[in-house]
């Protein structure tokens, strides 16, 4: 589970401040598949790489099963990471000269694993994600979707607890885009959490927990349960709705 609280993020000083996460309060939980959804410029991205430790909020605090993860040095914020998220983005990342092999292996190169190893870890992956054929392909020579797939294995080599998805069909047609949204229900269905980010409605409909975030404010419905965990502040919207239930009963007192 990582709890977000009071999560605030602004870039920037003075006039030219952007203030693009404010006072977000919320649960991601496990296993589940949560969207968030939002237009563009609204603070997904922002949101996405603050869950995933790639940056650090302005002011608030994270916390990942129990561990509080802004009070980790570099080092271990880079280990943390690496154990426990993998990336997949738009953009896909890849490095264009390297075989599918030499991509996916990747993040285990980088952890010192020997050769052996993270190959045997890497193609077993590859397999599982249907391009064993591609295996020696450079990544500049494959299609779109087969760039997305081998980015999605570059995310499960490393056997994370949580992937996290910034606009992963956004270069893709929509049967490449639907094949991609299948890979991720099927990584929830492992019990790994996956968090989509996404402006396209349609991709809720996969969603076990959908986020909405406008403005850098953030509402979900199934925050409601856990309005006691932040000591009765405003949760999203739950204070909104239960004052409008007051007001609703007060009025009722008022006329009997
Ligand atoms: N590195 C940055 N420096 C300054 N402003 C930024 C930076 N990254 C994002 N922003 C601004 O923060 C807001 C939210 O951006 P972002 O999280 O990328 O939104 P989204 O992913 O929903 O399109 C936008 O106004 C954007 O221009
Ligand atoms: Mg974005």
């Given at each position: 589970m990582i709890i977000l609280r009071d999560v605030n993020k602004i870039y920037?000083?003075?006039?030219?401040?952007?203030?693009?996460?404010?006072d977000v309060n919320l649960v991601i939980e496990d296993s589940k598949f949560t969207v968030i959804i939002g237009k563009s410029g609204s603070g997904k991205s922002t949101l996405m790489n603050i869950i995933g430790a790639l940056d650090s909020p302005t002011s608030g605090t994270i916390e990942s099963n129990g561990q509080?993860?802004?009070?980790?040095?570099k080092n271990e914020l880079a280990e943390y990471r690496n154990k426990t998220v993998g990336f997949v983005f738009q953009s896909f990342y890849l490095e264009p000269t390297f075989s599918v092999l030499e991509n996916v292996c990747m993040p285990l190169t980088i952890k010192g694993m020997p050769k052996k190893e993270r190959e045997e870890k890497a193609k077993k992956i590859i397999e599982e994600l249907g391009l064993t054929e591609k295996?020696?392909?450079?990544?500049?020579?494959?299609s779109g979707g087969q760039k997305q797939r081998v980015s999605i294995a570059r995310a499960l080599v490393s056997d994370p607890d949580i992937v996290l998805a910034d606009e992963?069909?956004?270069?893709?047609d929509s049967q490449n885009g639907a094949e991609v949204m299948e890979l991720l229900v099927n990584i929830v269905k492992r019990g790994k959490s996956v968090i989509l980010v996404t402006?396209?409605?349609?991709?809720?409909?996969?969603?076990d927990n959908v986020i909405h975030i406008s403005d850098g404010v953030v509402t979900a419905d199934y925050m409601d349960k856990y309005k006691d965990m932040f000591n009765n502040k405003e949760v999203n919207n739950v204070e909104e709705k239960v004052d409008e239930n007051i007001r609703v009963e007060d009025i009722k007192e008022e006329k009997e």
């Open positions: 920037g000083k003075g006039d030219g401040a952007v203030h693009a996460l404010k509080k993860i802004n009070d980790l040095s295996l020696n392909k450079k990544a500049s020579e494959l992963p069909t956004g270069n893709l402006h396209n409605m349609d991709d809720a409909k996969n969603a």
